[in-house]
């Protein structure tokens, strides 16, 4: 069965300092990989997705950047953090090819705090 | 275009009563509907799915309603218990090359009581 992790599953980072959160999944190879935002009692902002090995689609300008340096693994990083950064990020990942690849399945989130 | 509207924001249900959420979008090029759960810092899980093509589909207590012609999808959660208490989010997949483009309402907050 699959899985994915996300580490590390809370942060406190000051302001202007960098970023670096990772994700890797278990147990299925090519998979479509996503990074979210979720602000405090709100819905999810997809920010970036990879259909594949340093293929990044950016959705939203930002600060933040994502990079996709194994297959089954997907960082999102930053030079400087904003106040404004602060927030639960996901990962998740869907099937890279055949039915169903609709399916999206997301990991445990990290809690980041930038004071 | 690219929005999914989610009403009501939260939602008060007792044990084994009827919990309805609602959701509306504009887009008719959106070919897939799931719901996700999510508990209190947890990440979202898959609940249930539907294609445009379909008007209703069950699995166990939730359904999911599809009125294709209004671009409304509702879940409904029959025999409500107390572990359901959590956020709903309805979500809309936008087709894009393989990517899985998904669109998140606003959320339900629901709280089931005894």
């Known amino acids: 069965s699959q899985t994915i992790h996300q580490w590390p599953a809370t942060l406190v980072q000051p302001v202007g300092s960098p970023l670096s959160l990772e994700c890797t999944v278990e147990g299925t190879s090519n998979p479509n990989l996503y990074w979210y935002r979720q602000a405090a009692g709100r819905g999810l902002q997809l920010l970036f997705y990879?259909?594949?090995?340093?293929?990044i689609s950016s959705e939203v300008p930002q600060n933040l950047s994502a990079s996709r340096p194994q297959d089954r693994q997907f960082i999102l990083s930053s030079k400087k953090l904003l106040l404004s950064d602060s927030g639960f990020y996901l990962c998740a990942w869907s099937p890279g090819q055949g039915w169903p690849s609709y399916e999206q399945y997301f990991g445990p989130g990290t809690r980041l705090t930038v004071t | 275009q690219q929005q999914v509207k989610q009403s009501p924001q939260s939602l008060i249900v007792q044990k084994g009563g009827i919990s309805i959420i609602n959701c509306a979008y504009e887009?008719?090029?959106?070919?897939?509907f799931p719901w996700y759960q999510q508990f209190p810092g947890k990440g979202p899980a898959l609940l249930i799915a539907i294609r445009p093509d379909v008007s209703e589909k069950k699995e166990g207590r939730f359904t999911i309603s599809f009125n294709k012609s209004a671009k409304q999808f509702s879940l409904h959660i029959m025999d409500s218990q107390p572990g359901d208490s959590a956020t709903y989010f309805c979500a809309a997949r936008f087709p894009y090359g393989t990517a899985s483009k998904l669109t998140f309402g606003t959320g339900t907050r629901l709280q089931v009581t005894l």
């Open positions: 990879s259909v594949g090995i340093g293929q």
């Open positions: 887009n008719t090029a959106f070919d897939y």
